[in-house]
């Protein structure tokens, strides 16, 4: 999932210096075509188009029935595009747009958070211009990073809470001694070709947490698919959760090949030194298994079962629980309301192994949690209407229709908007929930969305703008290691803006040599690695993608495109003509110039009622975002 969202991230600035934290030339523009990137992985990167001699590009797609070429004219691509540039440049279109249909780049991030003290009692203090005073503490500060650092940990205590319930009602011995710890240790290793050293690197290095914790996140994981799949004869017999995620003849099949692999992982682990054939490869294959069936049966679970205190009603320091009461059947009652026991994570349970978060890694986390704050303070100011369960009862309503279906749309959504969990994605969309709630009647009528249609077009019918971006990140790299200098890189962006306007160099040359000396920056510094994935992700320096993926999907997580990425491509769209290199703008972790290389349609024709769905979507995020940046942006620190 994780890889998916890096794919759509691939393009933006921000992205560079986010994937340094986490740890971690092209031909003319107007040639470009769009593709997909994937991470090095040692083998070769899809094949780029071919050029064909009859005047078009052929494309190798992958298809159930396996990879097939698909020829596409220039003809058409010209005429697309044709159509596109025609709409983009009539001046009856470009009138109507109005501020409230991006957020100008100018106006945002004007605050600065490298001077945040954090091992201070409030880490940061602001006044709003409607008067509020919002503190961000070191209470707060510490389940955030812990909620988001600590996830995994997290999400397998609760699990193992759970399957310690289903254990008990089948009757099955729940846990494993030391010895059977041991023994699965060893044998995951010997499958995944590992040393007992690089078996604990990797662990660390997916759960982002020292050894003792990592360690025990698997351990908890091993321990409730060992409970959550009991020996049975049939699927009828399997615990309610599990069956949520079988819809057909081919799920029961996988089903009991799951349950006969983990019944075989479990006596495995009984009696180790049984002389048992295909130990290893059982074992590997039961874990590669249940990962993808828990894909398809948990969301249910972390509806029904867990929380978090974004979501509200949590003890002090408590950062997630779940529900130890009796399955809820179809009920949408939140989970803390739920009869039975709770069983509550606290900060003090995984902060201690937490990795510590790098220098950039933490101003990212703590402008998360600063919009976070600030932007319920001001909905709580202004009667933002609906209560936590108002709004956890929408959520799980809408999120019951999708559960067992092949596809888990709400995990896709999920991923595309770039959030680390469920618990995320529930937190950040109920404040725009909660703004939606408090607007006056009226406010998404039809006469309001097809006046928004009128204007954005682009954006409601999901053209696919090609950008190409010269990036001057904040963050530069020496043999003391990493710090942040926006005047430098302000500096750096505006003296290649100024030659690029003068002809003494081209935008993609340009754009190519900045990059080669950011990532040699970072290559001198002994950061190698990162800079190698920084010049595969980045080298391209174009962005070609739908709308509305572009502004969900292009960001960490959906409070950084409130002024940062869905602007980068509204400002693009509707300020820049085609080949004009914009001003330069400033972004969360970057200075960028950017210019607008094409728009291409997605459809030639098409009316407002086709294209109804992505209006209101982009209606609502487009009036959201004004909102928010609003608040964001008249802001004073007063710490």
């Not at 994937?19 to 991470?39: E, W």
């Not at 604990?200 to 060992?226: F, P």
């Not at 309610?240 to 006969?260: P, W």
Request: proline content about 5%; overall charge negative.
């Amino acid at each position: 999932m994780k890889h998916f969202v890096i794919v759509l991230l691939a393009a933006l600035a921000i992205v560079a210096c986010w994937m340094f934290y986490r740890g971690s030339d092209s031909a003319g523009p107007s040639r470009q075509r769009s593709r997909v990137l994937a991470p090095p992985t040692g083998k070769k990167a899809s094949k780029r188009p071919k050029i064909s001699s009859e005047g078009g590009r052929t494309h190798t797609t992958q298809t159930k029935d396996g990879e097939v070429e698909v020829f596409l004219h220039d003809g058409a691509v010209r005429k697309q595009e044709e159509a596109a540039q025609k709409y983009l440049s009539s001046p009856e279109w470009t009138d109507l747009v109005k501020d409230s249909d991006y957020v100008p780049l100018e106006e945002a991030w004007v605050m600065d958070f490298t001077g945040v003290d954090f091992d201070a009692d409030v880490l940061i203090a602001v006044e709003t211009e409607s008067g509020l005073n919002v503190e961000v503490t070191q209470e707060e500060w510490r389940r955030y990073v812990s909620l988001v650092r600590g996830a995994p940990m997290i999400l397998a205590k609760l699990f193992h809470s759970r399957a310690a319930e289903v254990a008990k009602e089948y009757g099955i011995p729940f846990g494993l001694t030391d010895e059977q710890w041991q023994f699965y240790m060893e044998e995951d290793a010997e499958a995944r070709s590992m040393s007992a050293e690089e078996w604990d690197a990797s662990v660390r290095g997916a759960y982002l947490l020292d050894l003792e914790g990592a360690r025990r996140t698997r351990r908890n994981a091993v321990e409730a698919v060992t409970a959550y799949y009991p020996p049975v004869e049939n699927v009828e017999e399997l615990p309610s959760l599990l069956k949520r995620g079988i819809k057909d003849q081919g799920d029961r099949k996988i089903a009991m090949k799951l349950v006969g692999l983990v019944a075989k992982m479990r006596s495995d682990l009984e009696d180790p030194e049984a002389d048992v054939p295909d130990t290893v490869g059982d074992l590997a294959a039961a874990h590669n298994f249940t990962d993808l069936f828990f894909t398809r049966s948990l969301p249910y679970f972390e509806i029904s079962k867990t929380w978090s205190f974004l979501d509200g009603g949590m003890p002090e320091n408590a950062v997630a629980a779940c529900s130890l009461g009796p399955d809820p059947g179809n009920t949408l009652t939140p989970p803390w309301l739920l009869p039975g026991e709770i069983d509550f994570v606290y900060v003090e349970d995984v902060w201690p192994h937490i990795v510590p978060p790098s220098f950039p890694e933490r101003l990212e986390l703590i402008r998360e949690l600063f919009w976070w704050e600030v932007l319920t303070a001001e909905l709580d100011n202004q009667g933002g209407g609906g209560t936590p369960e108002d709004f956890w009862h929408l959520h799980a309503e809408q999120q019951g229709r999708k559960i067992g279906i092949p596809i888990d749309f709400d995990r896709i959504t999920m991923a595309i908007g770039g959030f680390r969990s469920h618990q995320h994605y529930r937190g950040f969309s109920s404040v725009a929930w909660r703004f939606a709630t408090m607007q006056e009647e009226g406010w998404g009528s039809d006469e309001a969305l097809r006046e928004h249609y009128s204007r954005n077009r682009v954006f409601a019918e999901n053209w696919m703008p090609a950008m190409e971006m010269i990036i001057v990140p904040a963050f530069h790299f020496d043999e003391d290691g990493v710090h942040v200098d926006w005047d430098r890189s302000l500096a750096e962006a505006e003296d290649a803006r100024a030659q690029i306007l003068s002809g003494e160099v081209d935008f993609s040359t340009m754009r190519a040599r900045l990059h080669r000396k950011f990532v040699k920056e970072i290559a001198d510094a002994g950061y190698a690695a990162s800079a190698e994935m920084i010049d595969y992700y980045m080298g391209p320096g174009v962005m070609a993608v739908r709308m509305p993926q572009a502004g969900m999907g292009l960001g960490e997580n959906s409070f950084r495109n409130l002024v940062d990425c869905t602007s980068i491509i509204r400002n693009a769209v509707c300020r820049l003509d085609r080949g004009e290199a914009s001003p330069v703008w400033r972004t969360s972790g970057t200075y960028i110039v950017l210019r607008l290389v094409t728009v291409r349609a997605a459809e030639l024709e098409g009316e407002f009622e086709d294209f109804r769905k992505f209006a209101v979507d982009d209606y609502h995020k487009t009036q959201f975002s004004a909102w928010a940046n609003g608040v964001l942006t008249g802001l004073r620190l007063v710490n």
